[in-house]
T-cell receptor
C-alpha cells in the first residue's frame, strides 16, 4: 500500500489564491519530499523537509511537517496558471528501505 | 532538463511480447530507480539499483526484470506483456543509495500494450 496519501485528490482555485495540499503517511521517516508533475511528464523535485524540521520555505512554497500526526502540508501562495499540475508527496522510511514511496497525488487546477 | 535520459519515449506493442526500456542516469549519479505510473495504481516503485547492485525491490512482477550495467545505465525488461502493463514507466537517478535523497526523473516511456 502507498506510504503517503494526499488530500484532496483534486483542487481547483482561481489564480492569485493560495492552494493547500495535505499528505499523510504511515511509518516513521527520515525525510518527506514534494514533487510536481505536469501532465504526462517527469516529476520535478520541489522541496525536501527532514524529520527534525517543522517548516520550510522555497519561493512561493511553504511545507510543514508534523511527525506526531504523520502529516505534511504544501502551501502554494499567490497561485499562477503555470502552477497547474499534479503534486505528490514522497516518503522514505526511518529503517532505510532505500526506496522513495509516492502518494496518489493532488491534481491542482488554477483557473485564470 | 533533468539530465536523465529515457528511451524510447513511446512504445506500442502487442500482448505476449517483450520490450526493453532504457535509462541513462545523470552524470555522476550511481542510483537508478524505476517507477510505473498508471491511472488506477498511481506511481508504484518497482526497483532500485546502486552501482550495479540491486538495493530495493517493490511491487515488481516476476515477468519484469531490471539490471544496471557497469556504465551505470539501466534497462527494464518487460516480458509476456498484458494489457494491464500499459503505463508510463519512469526512471529516476540520484547520487546516493539511501532512498532518502532528491530524485531526478526522466521524461518517461509511455508503453501501450494492444
Amino acid at each position: 500500500s502507498q506510504q503517503g496519501e494526499e488530500d484532496p485528490q483534486a483542487l481547483s482555485i482561481q489564480e492569485g489564491e493560495n492552494a493547500t495540499m495535505n499528505c499523510s503517511y504511515k511509518t516513521s521517516i527520515n525525510n518527506l519530499q514534494w514533487y510536481r508533475q505536469n501532465s504526462g511528464r517527469g516529476l520535478v523535485h520541489l522541496i525536501l523537509i527532514r524529520s527534525n524540521e517543522r517548516e520550510k520555505h522555497s519561493g512561493r512554497l511553504r511545507v510543514t511537517l508534523d511527525t506526531s500526526k504523520k502529516s505534511s502540508s504544501l502551501l502554494i501562495t499567490a497561485s499562477r496558471a503555470a502552477d497547474t499540475a499534479s503534486y505528490f508527496c514522497a516518503t522514505d522510511r526511518l529503517q532505510g528501505a532505500q526506496k522513495l514511496v509516492f502518494g496518489q497525488g493532488t491534481r491542482l487546477t488554477i483557473n485564470p | 532538463d533533468s539530465g536523465v535520459t529515457q528511451t524510447p519515449k513511446h512504445l506500442i506493442t502487442a500482448t505476449g511480447q517483450r520490450v526493453t526500456l532504457r535509462c541513462s542516469p545523470r552524470s555522476g549519479d550511481l542510483s537508478v530507480y524505476w517507477y510505473q505510473q498508471s491511472l488506477d495504481q498511481g506511481l508504484q516503485f518497482l526497483i532500485h539499483y546502486y552501482n550495479g547492485e540491486e538495493r530495493a525491490k517493490g511491487n515488481i512482477l516476476e515477468r519484469f526484470s531490471a539490471q544496471q550495467f557497469p556504465d551505470l545505465h539501466s534497462e527494464l525488461n518487460l516480458s509476456s506483456l498484458e494489457l494491464g502493463d500499459s503505463a508510463l514507466y519512469f526512471c529516476a537517478s540520484s547520487v546516493e543509495a539511501t532512498g532518502s535523497e532528491k530524485l531526478f526523473f526522466g521524461s518517461g516511456t509511455q508503453l501501450s500494450v494492444l
